[in-house]
């Protein structure tokens, strides 16, 4: 399979994540608000979507970890199919709580 499909699904399983979380759009909301805020003209739904972006950019980060540790333990010089395979997993599984809002909401 191409890495392009790999990255499509990383992707998107970020921005699920980072649209549909409730929690930790709220989580990061609360703490973005008093930095972001007026830089973004005080406007909530800048900010907000700021929110969104920094969700969606964390999920994609901490799927990664486990992938990069597995090809730091393997020794591999750059990603293979299986640590691609574990980054989308990865990402796939702090997706999970979102998937309830995606469904009922869709896109």
Do not use: C, H
């Not at 979380?21 to 709220?26: F, M």
């Not at 007026?38 to 799927?63: E, K, N, Q």
């Not at 293979?80 to 009922?104: E, Q």
């Amino acid at each position: 399979m191409s890495r392009n499909f790999y990255f499509i699904g990383i992707a998107f399983f970020g921005m699920i994540n980072g649209i549909f979380n409730q929690l930790w759009l709220i989580f990061a909301l609360l703490y973005v608000q008093p930095f972001v805020g007026p830089l973004l003209f005080g406007s909530l739904p800048l900010t907000l979507m700021f929110a969104s972006l920094m969700v969606s950019t964390a999920t994609v980060i901490l799927g990664g970890i486990p992938a990069a540790v597995y090809e730091r333990v393997t020794g591999a010089a750059e990603s293979n199919d299986a640590s691609l395979w574990i980054w989308l997993a990865g990402t796939a599984l702090l997706t999970l709580p979102a998937v309830g809002n995606f469904v009922k909401i869709g896109l």
